[in-house]
């Protein structure tokens, strides 16, 4: 019997969406191919009843088992692994897969792993702020009118993610660090880092786009990252013992 994606530690997570009616659409493209949990972070309308004249009566439980939250950070604290969904792409986003491809990564991942799958607002998509989180990004591709519809674009990839196998029965991804934990370590990477003068205080958060793309393409496990800041605390008391002792003299 071939692998699978867990479907049951899935969760489609939508940014700031505007419309009502593209979250009850959404809600019916999951119910489409089995995905339960929806996420809404920061929607800008609400309405139930245009919510649910576009989910139809079937989806109606994924609708009233929906996570709304104000703050992105605090939402996908207890996730794993997640990926944001762009069709813009450059050296600041690179398109690191296909909804084909990422189907495929996450079998083994899903088994142990809570994973939330990103898509942005309609009007302008994900920004870098949003993707900082993600380890890795999805592409879909499309002729050179790229823009797809937030509904349609969440049924292309849960439709992969249905259809996706594997023959490989022993695959099996070990728990990774949630984004609570990452978030932690990114934070006191940042403090140590600023603090010995690696990163430009000017441009803090380009500096950290960069590590956090280098640290997100093998992703982390929690005792990595507990190794990551312990590192981090050496560091930083090791600087404070040599400013004392230059203070000293």
Same mark, same amino acid.
């Given at each position: 019997?071939?692998? /699978? ?6 969760? *489609? ?14 809600? /019916? ?6 995905? /339960? ?8 309308? %609400? ?5 649910? !004249?576009? =989910?139809?009566?079937? +989806?109606?439980? *994924? ?13 996908? =604290? ?13 050296? %600041? ?10 189907? !495929?990564?996450?079998?083994?991942? +899903? ?15 994900? &920004? ?17 009118? &790229? ?24 695959? #099996? ?11 932690? %370590? ?8 600023? #603090? ?25 496990? =929690? ?11 050496? *560091? ?8 004392? #002792? =230059?203070?000293?003299?």
């Amino acid at each position: 019997m071939a692998d /699978r994606v867990n479907r049951d530690n899935l969760a *489609i997570v939508l940014v700031e969406p505007k419309l009502p009616e593209n979250i009850g659409a959404v809600a /019916r493209a999951m119910n489409n191919m089995d995905i /339960r949990r929806l996420m809404v972070v920061n929607p800008g309308n %609400m309405d139930p009843d245009r919510v649910m !004249k576009m =989910a139809t009566s079937h +989806s109606m439980d *994924i609708l009233e088992n929906m996570k709304v939250h104000d703050d992105l950070r605090g939402a996908l =604290a207890p996730f794993g692994y997640i990926a944001g969904t762009t069709a813009r792409v450059g050296a %600041m986003r690179p398109a690191l897969t296909t909804p084909k491809n990422f189907a !495929k990564d996450l079998i083994p991942v +899903s088994k142990e792993n809570d994973v939330a799958i990103l898509f942005g607002p309609e009007d302008r998509g994900l &920004s870098n702020g949003h993707l900082s989180y993600c380890h890795t990004i999805i592409n879909i591709p499309t002729s050179e009118f &790229s823009s797809l519809n937030l509904a349609q674009a969440v049924m292309i990839v849960c439709y992969e993610l249905f259809q996706a196998t594997s023959e490989n029965l022993d695959s #099996k991804s070990p728990r990774l660090a949630n984004s609570f934990e990452l978030e932690g %370590m990114y934070d006191h990477l940042d403090k140590v880092l600023t #603090k010995i003068g690696f990163i430009n205080p000017q441009n803090p958060e380009r500096w950290m786009w960069n590590i956090r793309r280098f640290l997100s393409r093998l992703p982390l496990q =929690a005792m990595e990252v507990r190794v990551i800041r312990g590192i981090c605390r050496q *560091i930083d008391w090791y600087v404070d013992k040599a400013v004392r #002792k =230059a203070k000293d003299k």
